[in-house]
């Protein structure tokens, strides 16, 4: 998809830079923010497995800790290897949900695929900070 390319690139790049001894499986992402400054992020695992911190997580990570917040991006690019797209495991989705817009667009990437959703629809009724 041309208008997502810049940061399916970038997500791709970063996948390059994974730590994944265990799984030996490849994920990158990238956060692109509207004033085009990108943040991208790769899974890095822990022989203490449960420690794994994912690609996406990653980057949204990187991106608040530069001062951006939910306001300032326009997109999150989530690429892996293989030929399934990769959709966000539950921890992913809580922090997406609490970092992202409800609408901004998440897209997914493998080979020739591309699915571009978005927070709300990957995780409806979500517990939020609404409820506190
Ligand atoms: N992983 C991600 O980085 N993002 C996802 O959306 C799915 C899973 C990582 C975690 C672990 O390092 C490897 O993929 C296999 O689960």
Redesign the pocket.
């Known amino acids: 998809m041309e208008k997502y390319k810049d940061i399916l690139d970038k997500a791709y790049e970063a996948m390059d830079n ?1 730590y ?1 001894p ?2 030996n ?1 490849h ?1 990158g ?1 990238c956060v692109k923010t509207k004033n085009g400054k990108y943040f991208i992020g ?4 822990n022989a203490s497995y449960g420690l ?6 990653n980057a949204i990570f990187q991106t608040y800790s530069q001062g951006y917040r939910q306001d300032d991006i326009e997109a999150l690019a ?1 690429v ?1 290897q293989g030929n399934t797209l ?4 539950g921890a ?1 989705r809580q922090v997406l949900v609490e970092l992202l817009k409800r609408d901004t667009p998440i897209v997914l990437g493998t080979g020739e695929k591309v699915l571009v959703t978005n927070i709300e629809e990957l995780m409806p009724m979500a517990f939020t900070n609404e409820a506190l």
């Open positions: 994974a994944a265990y799984s499986f994920v992402a790769a899974n890095i695992e794994t911190n994912c690609a996406e997580r989530i892996g990769i959709t966000p495991c992913c």
